[in-house]
């Protein structure tokens, strides 16, 4: 038997899908462990192991691929625990990333503070270069005074940095000179080159994007090496392939070249296992994709089948944050999970997270030294978490540590501790309603015209609440639910892009210089495929884009080549026709008889991976059973017996009605009063609101 | 945010929430076509133009992040037009520019598309857009010495119908291009401006289809009037207080010989839930291009009021219910009266208004108002024009946004440092470096924000921008008129007033040679200009900031030393050299006992 394994590393959890031959998949679960990540996937495979009745080790031992996703840089930008980082521009522009784009949100609303830059001004040098549009050098680059700068960044205890010179998209040279000088004066300190990373027009996203990628160095290449020597170091010789922003997987050794790919790529790739679940059960296109782990509630959006992308992706607040540079799955975060911390605060007010009580402690329950009450410690006292029958009783909880610590609430605000345990439910789910919100209505999308695909291991506790207060009639929570990112990369493809610049307009147009430059990205295309179906991935799509603009335009568009190559008028004709469609469909006019200029091409290779099919069952007329009685307390019918049924015994057909709770090996299913679950075809559960 | 107090709404709470945002949803994706397909950068990079769906019975309904002084007017230009085509119909277009029928100034042009929903005229979407140029009789949309709209020069279109059963009259092009500046560069922007209105069109319709034509019109009056009840309720949180105030303009040689004073009379009374500002005791309009419009009057003085409430207020119709600006026939910041020129109505005395209505708010209590932003709109921002030597001479013109400008600071927050002028609230984009010096023959030596720039307080105004550039091989025209180089944007409740702006030549010999408020800069190739904003005021006494904020600020260089010690009475120690800047925490408390006493 051959196996694919799928991993995802998040605050709390690391989750492992482990996908057979005949696409059946097996969730494990663990702690994740900071000191070495390794061990926590070690764990959580074991933990799958032992539901396939074998071992860890015989596991990686007949894997052939490996799909790696980690929301270590994410944490690490937004909680400010990236390198020290310099930034080092053209003399005469420091301030590229104060300034930003402009623009704010809330028209009046003036009394906002605006985030810090990404790099403060006094980690910023201004080096003495100058490069002109045209790329010609205006000013050589003063290699004594940047020399200078470069040998006092030792002084300042400086662990990356970042080189983004005005201009070095239409010549390189001053930032291949300072990269060089680096490389001899600061052997040690990790840095990037805005044209290497981001080699876009634009000084700000281009200088954002390198900032945060070079931030990311030290920490991010580390993680990765280690992950790499320890999987070789267990005898693994498959490939390794790591989740990026986009939904997609690039392979371990790009990634470290450019870590700031990593950034968002957890939850991008829970819609990309949306998709498959939700059409699997026919269960339609528009999807909303919440995930709830230890730490974060992220959502992102499908209308229509597609994911949604955001070109601007910001971290921490649009227009005034961290901007990533580059198009990624749109994804809203907050800090809410099962460990979300419970606090009474200075005017009286109960309030849950955004602090969160992570792997370690984690929460009161775990007995592992939290006394903080948690979301996950008031499911225990709700009795929608059996403390014997924790992720399949692999984990014993407290009762006595949760009740402890829920009661450090309870009396201050007098209410029991079934009602402080239900307020603390409720108003973590408040949270994350809020930025469902965020994402649909003030999109002007109706989440009541959603299906909800909820993952997460904690996504049963209040799914059903939330739904209501959205209007969304139908959940489907998939059995792997305790590990949607990791699913999603069991159906994500490789996606890699190749791209050149070559100035030309349709009035005189160069066909020779720019058949030259899609032969140049054809060639490149062509040797990562060869490279590739070396590794017997033999499935692919080829696409090639052109980024162009009516003459003097501001903005350029991409739009699809419609033929492979262009070397005649003919063939020009056919592009620029596509062209002034594209732009009447998207901006509803066109200038026939308007130049329009080339500027970037691009080719993007898609291998298609083999991925697991989503086996279907038929209906069974066998009779539910229920494994045992909880006393668990609903805010509608106070403490009240409520069956709880065992996931695996649960066959397509069957139906439970609420109150009910359904135990997976990785997460608990809540069913409310006045709602329902059925059981579909490929064994998900589907929660009629 | 949302509660319904109506007692039988037919729209619940969280319908009228989703139906608001989706209408924004719209706003935003017109303003984004127009972005993405402009061809000028006043347009397709600062976002000078702002998009608004108008309801049925011309009010302002949605306007998303649009420019305030942009949006509100576009109501009563729509009146008109109905007055002009009583017939109008499915698939006609308008282009309005009219100032005395509704618009800002003349260099804003208005498309306005009429919505129809099986026969029913639903809603009005309008996109104005700042023009590169519209052939006045000097290469710039902002023409302080224009005597009169004749000597102004501006193509006007009053209500003018451009397109019929979706075709552009070509009489109207064909005229446009004969007069207009760079004319494809027009013809584009106009292009682009259709599309974003076309586009705000089938997204409306998509949006009747879904919920009817029936429930659509009852949610425009719901609508307008939860934004009236917000405000009403923002109102009554304030302080009762009437206050007689006044600010002033520069002189302006040789247009205003001296300063121009402009009363205010604010009232807030929260019994009523309005808020009254008088500009009726005010000078009869110029004969320059400073004259406001019956719009930008009105619409600056409400903007001032809006930024000091405490709520989140959706700029529509309904919101502006609650704010009365009374003006006067032939008052220079009024209602002009025919044919003086309102050639820069949307900024100057707009952006006099507005920093005096919100610097009145904080006289009326602690923790209220703001202090003054930048007045200075500097040659950065101004209007160029000449031949491109890298383009066989092609001749080019634009509004550049290279300025930045800080804003007052608050009572809990310090000034933006890219809030631009009072009119621009924050809300503009900021030119690149790289675009600019693509598009024309220009190189930018630097652009940066100054040390020490700001008005100092326990909140401090947000730096001043510096911006070095010159020609590149080739003669370069700026022509711009600005306030702020005699006035500095003032501080409130003890804040500090912040430092003057200016404008200056620097010849290839190094010699500077300062510009007066209105410039007519010719720059020979080798010349540079160096354009300086102003910071915004500070709020509070500085000896009251908190010392990391002080610090933070040395360590950055917004703030230097000297003025650490002396104005906020904190003892840096430490080297930038080694990162290892601190404060002597027991010489500051000496230092800034001293600083106390001495006041």
Known sequence: ???????????????????????????????????????????????????????????????????????????????????????????????????????????????????????????????????????????????????????????????????????????PAHEVKVGELLKKLTPDIPFTLSHKLNPIIREFPRTSSTAMDASLKPLMQQHLRDLEEDLRGSNYKGEILISVCSGGVMHVQDVIEKPIYTVKSGPAMAPVASIAYSSADNLGDDIIVVDTGGTTFDVSLIREGQIKYSRDTWLLGEWTGHLLGLSSVDIRSVGAGGGSIAWIDSGGLLRVGPQSSGANPGPACYNQGGTEPTVTDAAVMLGYIDPEHF????????????????????????????????????????????????????DGVNPAESILVAGGGAAGLNIVPIAKSLGCKKILIPRTAGALSA????????????????????????????????????????????????????????????????LNQQWDMEIPLPVNEIKNAQQLQIVSKAFHDTHFQRYAVKEEDSIIECMDWKGRLIAILEKPTIPKISVSDKKIEKNRESESYFSETGKVATPVYLGERLLPGMVINGPAIIEEPTTTVVIYPNSKAEITETRNYLIHV | MLQNKDTNPKINAVELAIMANRMDAVVREMTNTMLLAAKSSVLGIARDFSCAIISHDDQVLATAEALPIHVLGMDSQFSYIRKYHPDFKEGDAFL?????????????????????????????????????????????????????????????????????????????????????????????????????ARIGERSCKEIIKKYGVEKIIQFQKEW??????????????????????????????????????????????????????????????????????EATATMAAAQGVFHCLKEDIPANSGSLRRIEVLLREGCLVGIPKFPHSCSMGTTNFTDVIINTTMSSFAELGEGLGFAHGNYCNTAASGVASGTDPRRGSEPFVNQMFMMGGGGGASATTDGMHYYFVPVGAGLLYRDSVEINEQRFPIMIKSMKLLEDSMGHGRRRGGPATEVIMGPRGSKMKILHACNGLETAPKGVRGGTESKLGENVRIAPDGSEHPYPAVMN??????????????GGGGYGEATEREIERVLKDVKNKFISKEIALTVYGVVIIGSEKNDSLDVDIKATEKKRSEIRKKN
């Not at chain 1, 069991?490 to 030259?516: C, I, L, M, P, R």
């Not at chain 2, 010989?257 to 929260?270: Q, S």
């Not at chain 2, 010719?522 to 354009?531: A, C, K, Q, V």
């Open chain 1, 487 to 550: 699913c999603g990369g069991q159906y994500s493809n490789v996606v890699a892009e190749f791209s050149g610049s070559y100035y030309s307009h349709t009035e005189d147009f160069d066909y020779e210089g720019v058949d030259k430059t899609l032969n140049d990205i054809k060639s490149r295309l062509t040797e990562f495929k060869n490279y590739l179906q070396s590794k017997n991935i033999n499935e692919f799509d080829e696409e090639y884009f052109l980024s162009s603009r009516y």
């Open chain 2, 96 to 196: 309005d520019n009219d100032p005395y029928a509704g618009s800002s100034h003349a260099a804003d042009h208005t498309t306005l598309v009429p919505v129809f929903y099986d026969g029913v005229h639903c809603f009005t979407v309008g996109v104005k857009a700042h023009q590169a140029d519209t052939g006045n009789s000097l290469p710039t949309t902002y023409m302080a010495t224009a005597t009169d709209v004749y000597n102004e020069g501006s193509l006007i279109f009053p209500g003018v119908k451009i397109q019929e059963n979706y075709k552009d009259n070509q009489d109207i092009v064909r005229m446009c291009k004969k007069r207009i500046r760079v004319p494809d560069q027009w013809f584009g922007d106009y292009l682009a401006a259709i599309g974003s």
């Open chain 1, 1 to 171: 038997m051959k196996y694919r394994i799928a991993v995802d590393t998040g605050g709390t959890f690391t989750d492992v899908v482990v996908a057979d031959e005949k696409g059946f998949l097996t969730v494990g679960k663990s702690l994740t462990t900071l000191d070495r990540y390794y061990n926590g996937f070690k764990a959580a495979l074991d933990n799958a192991a032992l539901s396939l009745n074998t071992s860890g080790e015989h596991l990686i031992d007949n894997c052939e691929v490996l799909i790696y996703g980690t929301t270590r840089s994410t944490n690490a930008i937004v909680e400010n625990k990236v390198a020290k980082t310099a930034l080092l521009v053209t003399e005469g522009f420091p301030d590229i990333l104060t300034y930003r784009h402009g623009g704010k949100q809330g028209v009046f609303d003036l009394a906002v503070e605006l985030p810090d830059p990404y790099i403060p001004r006094r980690l910023t040098f201004e080096v003495p270069e100058r490069i002109n549009a045209e790329g010609e050098i205006e000013l050589e680059l003063n290699t004594n005074k940047t020399e200078e700068i470069i040998n006092n960044l030792k002084n300042m205890d400086i662990e990356a940095v970042a080189v983004s010179l005005l201009w070095s998209i239409s010549n």
């Open chain 2, 521 to 534: 800069i010719d720059l020979e190739p080798g010349d540079l200009l160096r354009s300086r904003d102003q």
């Open chain 1, 391 to 442: 992720l399949g009783s692999r984990m014993k909880l407290n009762q006595e540590a949760a009740k402890k610590a829920i009661q450090k609430i309870s009396k201050p605000l007098s209410l029991s501790i079934e009602e402080t345990a239900d307020a603390i439910i409720t108003l973590a789910g408040e949270n994350m309603i809020k930025s469902i919100h965020e994402i649909t209505v003030q």
């Open chain 2, 224 to 293: 307008l009037d939860y934004s009236e009840r917000l405000t009403a309720d923002a109102i009554k949180k304030m302080p009762k207080g009437k206050l007689k105030t006044k600010g002033w303009h520069d002189p302006m040689d040789p247009i205003l010989p001296d300063r121009i004073y402009v009363n205010l009379d604010l009232d807030i009374d929260p019994d009523k839930a309005k808020v009254t500002v008088d500009l009726r005791d005010n000078i009869d309009c110029i004969d320059a291009g400073l004259n406001l419009t």
